[in-house]
């Protein structure tokens, strides 16, 4: 297992993490964005991994994709809806360590007001102590959501048949959390 140094509490580092997502926009290719870390803390035990936690809020008002009229689309009541629903939260119930440096994160991830529980393979990228003498640890992964489960149902059927937005949406995670003194 992991060194028991690593057991303790951290914080989500937002200027070198990405929670990301991908959805296929007209069949044909793959827009990715991401939106910003609101607050994210983390408990590792690395004795007893499913004594670990997780908690993220992100801030849909910042949801990027490099475009900013489809960034304004997606804050509207066609997707997001930032006004009435300015957060996405993921909150664990579960860790459990599936060989190696690899776990799944069971939680409940809450879009639009709308609760669903996932499961998130993670592997563990490394830990490092860095130049301010912090200790990291890194994490990757991701899982598929339907979009429509969480009240996301704007689309435009296209002439060749197909739709505009996938129902399917990749969230990626790229994680460095740092231990707190």
Not at 132 to 149: M, P, Y
């Amino acid at each position: 297992m992991y060194p028991s140094a690593l057991t303790g509490t951290y914080t989500i580092d937002p200027a070198h993490s990405r929670f990301g997502f991908v959805a296929r926009h007209a069949m044909v290719t793959k827009v990715r964005g991401s939106i910003p870390v609101h607050e994210a803390t983390a408990s590792l035990d690395a004795e007893n991994p499913a004594a670990s936690s997780v908690r993220v809020v992100l801030q849909v008002a910042g949801v990027q994709t490099g475009n900013a009229m489809r960034d304004d689309h997606l804050r509207t009541g066609d997707f997001l809806d930032a006004a009435a629903h300015p957060y996405i939260t993921f909150t664990s119930t579960g860790v459990k360590h599936t060989g190696g440096d690899s776990f799944e994160v069971t939680g409940e991830l809450t879009i639009r007001g709308v609760t669903r529980q996932v499961t998130v393979p993670l592997d563990c990228t490394g830990t490092a102590v860095d130049a301010q003498g912090l200790t990291r640890v890194g994490f990757e992964g991701g899982t598929v959501i339907n979009r429509k489960d969480f009240g996301m149902t704007y689309n435009a059927v296209l002439e060749t048949g197909g739709v505009m937005i996938s129902d399917r949406i990749t969230l990626e995670f790229d994680l460095s959390a740092v231990k707190n003194a």
